[in-house]
């Protein structure tokens, strides 16, 4: 069976950036998704569309077709001082790479990324980590079937990227859920 819209896909991939791997399936932990549903970026659905369990493939995708080019407005100077919580920073919290679940003033979530700590001002990047990035994918069709009820549980709509099951889960649009 060729993918196409309303298959279920499984899929052995390797992400390599700047020739390092960024990410990669685990052996015999394939990467399975409902075609079409917004699970993975776009451009990669196209490059795979139409291939057959056996099949290889390898292809780049540019940061306009990824993530996006780096902005520079997500990426802003906070006091420290909004990191407290009970007047104190959690040990550890405040760690150049690590992430933390924010909200914007309007009450939205969103996660931004460590990128220096100086005195008592804490810099963070909103752009999503792969961001600015080349992606070169590589990998096989493990199997492709027909989508079935089962296998859209836990999707509010599809179409968006990602999920909502509920119970706090969120899900990276490059790998898939796995609520």
Known sequence: MKITENTFVSLDYKLEVDGKIADQSQPGQPLKFAFGMGMLLPKFEAA?????????FKFTLSPADGYGEIIKEAIVELPKEVFTINGEVE???LTVGNMIPMA??????LMGRVAAVAGDKV??????PM???????SGRIVDVREVTPEDLQGFAGGGGGGCDCGDGCSCDDSKGCKC
């Open 91 to 93: 040990e550890g919290l």
């Open 123 to 128: 810099t963070m990047d909103f752009n999503h």
């Open 104 to 109: 914007d003033a309007s009450g939205n979530r």
């Open 48 to 56: 795979i569309a139409g291939l057959e369990p056996g099949q290889e």
């Open 131 to 137: 961001a600015g990035n080349t992606l070169n994918f």
